[in-house]
């Protein structure tokens, strides 16, 4: 089994900066791929970002150049690094976890195994 716990959300002005965290324990394996999506009340989760086992990365054209994903494996932490936030990037953010080092859509939420309670992210204009 594994859990995963976010952190690091909260309110910032548009144009601001936020750092994710996300703590991976338990069952957990350096050849998992990872990846953060959010999801506005009502409307289908989004894949963000996503990070495979030889640090291979995906973005969402919506966050492309903006977002940096990573991960510290001996850590076991994901990161996700935001700038230049804007309002529309308003939602619950989730980490999750799939048992495998490579996905062919690692955007896609159904391939994910494992997801995090999610944490907060408000952007004001």
């Known amino acids: 089994q594994v859990q995963l716990m976010e952190s690091g959300g909260g309110s910032v002005q548009a144009g601001g900066s936020l750092r994710l965290s996300c703590t991976v324990t338990?069952?957990?394996?350096?050849?998992?791929?990872l990846a953060w999506f959010r999801q506005v009340p009502g409307q289908e989760r989004e894949g963000v970002a996503a990070?495979?086992?030889?640090?291979?990365?995906s973005y969402a054209a919506s966050v492309e150049g903006r977002y940096t994903i990573s991960r510290n494996n001996p850590q076991r932490t994901l990161y996700l690094q935001m700038n230049s936030l804007k309002p529309e990037d308003t939602a619950m953010y989730y980490c999750?976890?799939?048992?495998?080092?490579?996905?062919?859509?690692?955007?896609?939420?159904?391939?994910?195994?494992?997801w995090g309670q999610g944490t907060q992210v408000t952007v004001s204009s």
């Open positions: 990070v495979d086992s030889d640090g291979g990365t």
């Open positions: 338990g069952d957990f394996y350096s050849n998992h791929c």
């Open positions: 999750a976890a799939a048992r495998v080092d490579w996905l062919p859509r690692p955007l896609r939420p159904d391939v994910y195994n494992y």
